[in-house]
T-cell receptor, first 113, second 109 residues
């Protein structure tokens, strides 16, 4: 089944404790991206990747890191999480090198206390 | 930067037609996408317009006017399952994608 998977789905952590949210797609998609969704603010792009070893900042990259060592995986790293990073996070991918038609993962709900 | 404006909420009855407008300001416009998101779910792709005009996909249609920096999503023959949030999004230079704040559509019996 073609899909984007994220792990974990739910995470509660404390300020400053490094964490990684994994994202994997089995569709051989070139473009991958991370978004955060907050009430009243819609979806905001954090980082995106056009292909392996190619990453670029979205609209809200501060406090996040990503890597794209393999085409299928695009982990999101929070080196020192803070409470303002409490949010719902989505990973997405698209076949072409453009973001027009994206397939989203199920989401990761992160709470930082 | 980019900004998109869309209404926050629309209410309609089953069988009706709903139009969700989206106006945008962006440098280097490349296309307008629409996504649907049910409560508790992930966004799903609905349509994409790169050129002016109307694109029809079943009960949903999407329209774009590049000269007016404006587009809309038309939902016809509304069904209860269409109750969801709908987001417009624009791709600007550099392959970033910026979303609007979303329009919550509530369909009543």
């Amino acid at each position: 089944e073609a899909q984007v998977t994220q792990n974990p789905r739910y995470l509660i952590t404390v300020t400053g404790k490094k964490l990684t949210v994994t994202c994997s797609q089995n569709m051989n998609h070139e473009y991958m991206s991370w978004y955060r969704q907050d009430p009243g603010l819609g979806l905001r792009q954090i980082y995106y990747s056009m292909n392996v070893e190619v990453t670029d900042k979205g609209d809200v990259p501060e406090g996040y890191k990503v890597s794209r060592k393999e085409k299928r995986n695009f982990p999101l790293i929070l080196e020192s999480p803070s409470p303002n990073q409490t949010s719902l996070y989505f990973c997405a991918s698209s076949l072409s090198g453009t973001p027009y038609e994206q397939y989203f993962g199920p989401g990761t709900r992160l709470t930082v206390t | 930067g980019q900004s998109l404006e869309q209404p926050s909420e629309v209410t309609a009855v089953e069988g009706a037609i709903v139009q969700i407008n989206c106006t945008y300001q962006t440098s280097g416009f490349y296309g307008l996408s629409w996504y649907q998101q049910h409560d508790g779910g992930a966004p799903t792709f609905l349509s994409y317009n790169a050129l002016d005009g109307l694109e029809e996909t079943g009960r949903f249609s999407s329209f774009l006017s590049r000269s007016d920096s404006y587009g809309y999503l038309l939902l016809q023959e509304l069904q209860m399952k269409d109750s969801a949030s709908y987001f417009c999004a624009v791709k600007a230079a550099g392959n970033k994608l910026t979303f609007g704040g979303g329009t919550r559509v509530l369909v009543k019996p």
